[in-house]
């Protein structure tokens, strides 16, 4: 009670006000507080000097028509939108506050509301409510107006003008060059790769941009790939808590585990492999039961041991959900100590692992399954040439020792699991694989095509079999999982595949239960023919992509009906939640899935889906800019191609050497109007009936490279070829005449497409 008080008059408490001008920001004026506590007369004048106390002391801070606690924000503010939490909703903050106490706010964006959607580097007018939860961000706020739309910063290379100003090279494609005056520059030099900001200054020249960001330098190794990282926003710098959470963690002990340290598993990897994340044994079954049968053991790092759920080791490898591999580096998903140590399956050490003991028939049918939580001893890393050569009557001194009593077993385990895949027929392109052998100084050496071996297809099928063990496993035990799944065609590509079909003699059987087989077969048909990469190409373009979810429904092209990814934990993380739900499944350790996991697998599939589809595009990318870049000093020669790409604008062609693609406009084909088919994939001549079709082989001519953006554009030296009769995607309504007059007219004016 202040001084001058009479008793009995009601006079709220200091703690009283400041709560009513918290939870009532838009209501928080001097006559609004006095209206509140039903204050008159000599109380309105006791408030005043209150308030006014109370901003002195630094408790209040405002104007006389409102005051607010510090750190609070108006109902109604300009807010600047960065980023997004991690369950992909926007976060802002307020746009005029550079203090320490900035609020973090909470974009709720609803489906009702009209107008532009709000993004990242907008600024926008909101309404703000203050969370009650103690949980996220202390405000949430509704959009009422964009007004102020920022534009997309651009990813660059910075080059020295000779009017001394500087010039942006865009890595994009579609991107123009950026003029940047400067002072606009920063501490940006010359070669540096930076983040612009473009800035609308003059109505003619080209726009001009401001440096936000340096990201590197181009003239250092690894150059290429960090242009892909930063264009695909992939994290690649560990949090120092996500390091610190790696190096606390302590080796994994042998209580609560089985001790296979005497079964002689080994590791087959790539001969670069610096992590090893399974092993595989195999021995002929002794049981009288299934003579001719095998028993195959699968050893798995247990990852789940050392990143607990909810750490900070935890939320950076979901935020990566993958490693991405790169021709110059990788970008690991957990930290060194993790992946290339504690976790890695090193040859003679102890680790611990995941393991599953799987016996199968003669036939190749897998008759039962139990997982194991072990400790284990690899005897032995390989390569896989290493081990294929050993089988082939090659062995050194490293595979000799276990020849007969390792080797062997594993390929006769090999040729029983065969059978079973052989009688499951999942579906069987032919995609060679091409990689990318670079320089010390990061540029492209050469590109080779790995052999397909044997050892490959051995350490596939057996992982392809844990996977298998894992999903009926937690089905069985009802536990919820993220499942790898892979959808059959739909049904528009089905039909767009049949017309396709049907310009090369062949047929797809019509029916709701599509089967791999019924590809196998056509795929079959054209082995060796001169058709037979075009189908391939085709038949691949019609199939969905695979992705992760929490539901199942099955794996076409492994022609599985429940497949989850368990092999990989080090490098995927749907394959550390498999390993999570295994071990709550079968009480094999208190580090299993957590019931907050459990509630948000959908999202942390989804998640995980894009995360894979970014470092697939990233990884593209990368190859892309190297070979343009190799390439850049070899204009106007030629090269066998492939057309890897049809479509109205002009032909996508691939260098098979390379594995990289460029692009050949409609308007530089000679000769004739060019139209474009859809359902026979081909650009064929209106007049003269010829043209060009997906998976052709052609001779072409470098014109150009722009190797930041990693393209090439080619001109077309072979000639076209006879096409058979169309289906023509174009307006069929106008008469056969009046197409011919208007394509002559069209040639005696240009001889192209324009």
């Not at 190794?221 to 996500?242: G, L, N, R, Y």
């Not at 302590?250 to 992590?275: H, V, Y």
């Not at 052709?696 to 953006?709: G, I, K, M, T, Y």
Request: include cysteine; glycine fraction near 8%; proline fraction near 6%.
């Amino acid at each position: 009670m202040r001084d001058g008080a009479e008793p009995g008059d009601f006079r709220p408490t200091r703690e009283q006000i400041l709560a009513y001008i918290t939870e009532n920001p838009d209501q928080a004026g001097k006559r609004e507080i006095a209206k509140a506590f039903g204050l008159k007369g000599a109380d309105r004048v006791w408030l005043k000097d209150m308030l006014r106390d109370l901003q002195d002391e630094g408790l209040l801070e405002g104007s006389r028509k409102r005051l607010s606690r510090p750190g609070t924000l108006p109902p109604v503010t300009v807010l600047e939108i960065f980023g997004r939490d991690r369950d992909g909703g926007l976060l802002a903050r307020p746009a005029e506050r550079d203090d320490d106490e900035v609020p973090i706010v909470s974009i709720r964006v609803s489906r009702g509301d009209k107008g532009p959607a709000p993004g990242i580097g907008d600024r926008v007018l909101a309404k703000t409510f203050r969370n009650k939860s103690e949980e996220g961000p202390a405000y949430t706020a509704r959009v009422m107006k964009v007004f102020d739309r920022r534009q997309e910063a651009v990813l660059g290379v910075l080059r020295a003008g000779r009017d001394g100003t500087f010039r942006l090279e865009p890595v994009e494609r579609r991107q123009p060059e950026l003029v940047i005056d400067p002072e606009f520059v920063g501490e940006a030099k010359p070669g540096d790769l930076v983040e612009a900001q473009p800035v609308k200054i003059g109505r003619y020249g080209l726009p001009r941009a401001k440096v936000l960001t340096v990201l590197g330098s181009m003239t250092s190794e690894k150059a290429v790939s960090m242009i892909a990282i930063h264009a695909h926003d992939i994290p690649h710098i560990f949090p120092p808590a996500a390091l610190a959470d790696a190096e606390s963690v302590k080796s994994a002990t042998m209580a609560g585990r089985e001790d296979w340290r005497d079964l002689p598993l080994i590791t087959i990897d790539p001969a670069d492999a610096k992590d090893h994340d399974d092993a595989v044994f195999a021995a002929s079954d002794d049981d009288e039961k299934n003579r001719g049968g095998a028993v195959v053991w699968v050893a798995i790092a247990d990852v789940a041991a050392y990143v607990r759920p909810g750490s900070a080791l935890d939320r950076e490898a979901l935020k990566r959900g993958n490693s991405v591999y790169f021709p110059d580096r990788v970008v690991p998903m957990l930290p060194e100590r993790i992946s290339n140590d504690l976790c890695s399956l090193r040859e003679t050490v102890d680790r611990p692992a995941m393991a599953v003991k799987m016996p199968f028939a003669a036939e190749g049918r897998k008759i039962r399954h139990s997982f194991h939580r072990v400790m284990m001893k690899s005897a032995a890393r390989l390569a896989y040439p290493q081990a294929q050569a050993a089988i082939d009557g090659h062995p050194d001194d490293k595979t000799a020792p276990i020849l007969d009593t390792v080797l062997k077993p594993l390929w006769d385990a090999y040729a029983v699991l065969k059978r079973g895949r052989e009688a499951r027929q999942p579906l069987e392109l032919d995609l060679p694989e091409r990689k990318i052998l670079l320089k010390p100084d990061g540029t492209v050496d050469r590109v080779v095509i790995p052999e397909r071996l044997d050892a490959h297809k051995l350490i596939e099928e057996f992982m392809i079999q844990a996977n298998v063990a894992a999903a009926e496993t937690l089905e069985q035990k009802n536990q919820a999982l993220v499942y790898r799944i892979h959808d059959a065609p739909s049904l528009a590509k089905q039909e767009t595949l049949r017309e396709f079909l049907t310009t090369v003699g062949l047929s797809l059987a019509r029916g709701p239960q599509l089967r791999p087989a019924q590809f196998n077969s056509i795929l079959d048909r054209v082995r060796g023919n001169d058709n037979e990469a075009l189908v391939n190409e085709v038949v691949l373009r019609s199939q969905s992509q695979a992705e992760y979810a929490p539901k199942n429904i099955g794996h076409f092209g492994l022609n599985l009906r429940r497949y989850a990814h368990f092999t990989s934990p080090i490098r995927r993380y749907s394959d550390l939640i498999v390993h999570r739900a295994l071990i709550s499944a079968l009480g094999l350790g208190p580090d299993g899935l957590t019931g907050d996991e459990e509630a948000r697998l959908e999202e942390i599939a989804a998640l995980i889906s894009a995360s894979e589809r970014r470092a697939m595009a990233a990884e593209r990318d990368t190859v892309d800019r190297l070979v343009a870049a190799y390439l850049a000093e070899r204009i106007n020669d030629t090269f066998d191609a492939r057309i890897s790409g049809v479509t109205k604008a002009g032909l996508f062609v691939q260098l098979p050497h390379f594995g990289a693609d460029g692009f050949i406009p409609v308007s530089s084909l000679e000769g004739d109007y060019y139209i474009y088919d859809e359902a026979a994939h081909a650009l064929f001549g209106e007049r003269t009936r010829k043209g060009f079709q997906l998976a052709d082989s052609v001779e072409v001519r470098l014109v150009e490279v722009a190797p930041l953006a990693g393209a090439m554009r080619f001109e077309m030296l072979t000639e076209p070829k006879p096409l058979p009769g169309s289906t023509r995607s174009f307006n069929k309504s106008r008469g056969q005449k009046g197409r011919q007059r208007a394509a002559q007219g069209r040639d005696r004016a240009r001889g192209r497409r324009r």
